[in-house]
């Protein structure tokens, strides 16, 4: 379900229009910040093997998967699956919060 969506969805439950247009300025604010933050990473080629990078495009993942993007699907399955190779794989991920989800 995408942002629109919801947003549609909690104006039929009788959300206003203010806080309908908020939640959809959220939405897509957060998407862009995400999108921007991921972009800066991809020009420090150091820093885009972190964890930061992979909760980050593990965000956009989730969001897209929920949206039904399954182009946007495969291609952050792509990202995700070569950094975590770079890294040699979840089981070398040491400390990294990620490490305990996935183990």
Not at 57 to 63: E, N, Q, R
Not at 79 to 85: D, K, S, T
Request: charged share 15%; aromatic share 8%; glycine share 6%.
């Amino acid at each position: 379900m995408s942002a629109h969506d919801y947003a549609m969805n909690f104006k039929a439950q009788g959300a206003s229009t203010q806080l309908v247009q908020r939640s959809l300025q959220d939405a897509f604010y957060i998407r862009s910040h995400i999108i921007r933050s991921i972009q800066a990473l991809l020009n420090k080629p150091n820093e885009i093997y972190s964890e930061a990078a992979v909760l980050l495009i593990g965000h956009l993942f989730v969001t897209e998967a929920l949206e039904g993007n399954l182009k946007a699907v495969e291609a952050h399955t792509d990202g995700l699956r070569r950094i975590l190779h770079a890294l040699g794989g979840v089981e070398n991920l040491g400390n990294w919060p990620l490490a305990n989800i996935y183990s």
